[in-house]
T-cell receptor, first 116, second 110 residues
Framework: NAGVMQNPRHLVRRRGQEARLRCSPM?????VYWYRQLPEEGLKFMVY????????ESGMPKERFSAEFPKEGPSILRIQQVVRGDSAAYFC??????????????FGPGTRLLVL | KNEVEQSPQNLTAQEGEFITINCSYS?????LHWLQQHPGGGIVSLFM???GKKKHGRLIATINIQEKHSSLHITASHPRDSAVYIC????????????FGKGTKLSVKP
């Protein structure tokens, strides 16, 4: 049973370009969380999705950032018009049920985004 | 003030030493997680606790809900235990997203 997969593992973009980060949850998991780790800082929650629905996006910047988790395919975190401050490691985690009810979240290896 | 505080921030130990990492939190929680982040960056979930104590190999995690405090212990530490250890909580009433401490960087010398 493959773990949580993220691609690409490393992504380099120039300012103003778009970044698309993909997360394939573990088989059978329908809950996906995205977290961001800025350099020298702790992890911060961005968005929580279930299949086809955004449940909580309170941690995601209002502009330039969007997330989706379609019925088929991976969850996508999209950053438009990237700026240097978006450089960070982006992790997704998946769970089979509600993490709020005690389900463990399993983390992917992360995507390291570097904006030049 | 951060909702989740860890101490110490950095810890250097000699191989074989007993190690304790502390975590205090200020919100009501439904669960607390201890995570391990290796130098390569990957994150592994070590424990999830809502009460009491859990043990896995040389790792022991405890939580005191009344005092809003948890500890992670490593017995007979080894250089391969060198990593960043992160405490994270699920706030009660939330959708399950984690609130993280800043991590404790552990270095175990041979």
């Amino acid at each position: 049973n493959a773990g949580v997969m993220q691609n690409p593992r490393h992504l380099v973009r120039r300012r103003g370009q778009e970044a698309r980060l993909r997360c394939s949850p573990m088989k059978g998991h329908s809950h996906v969380y995205w977290y961001r780790q800025l350099p020298e800082e702790g992890l911060k929650f961005m968005v929580y999705l279930q299949k086809e629905n955004i449940i909580d996006e309170s941690g995601m910047p209002k502009e330039r950032f969007s997330a989706e988790f379609p019925k088929e395919g991976p969850s996508i975190l999209r950053i438009q018009q990237v700026v240097r401050g978006d450089s960070a490691a982006y992790f997704c985690a998946s769970s089979s049920g509600l993490a709020a009810r005690g389900e463990t979240q399993y983390f992917g290896p992360g995507t390291r985004l570097l904006v030049l | 003030k951060n909702e989740v505080e860890q101490s110490p921030q950095n810890l250097t130990a000699q191989e074989g030493e007993f190690i304790t990492i502390n975590c205090s939190y200020s919100v009501g929680i439904s669960a607390l997680h201890w995570l391990q982040q290796h130098p390569g960056g990957g994150i592994v979930s070590l424990f999830m606790l809502s009460s009491g104590k859990k043990k896995h190999g040389r790792l022991i995690a405890t939580i005191n809900i009344q005092e809003k405090h948890s500890s992670l212990h490593i017995t007979a530490s080894h250089p391969r235990d060198s990593a960043v250890y992160i405490c994270a909580v699920v706030e009660g009433g939330s959708q399950g997203n984690l609130i993280f401490g800043k991590g404790t960087k552990l270095s175990v010398k041979p």
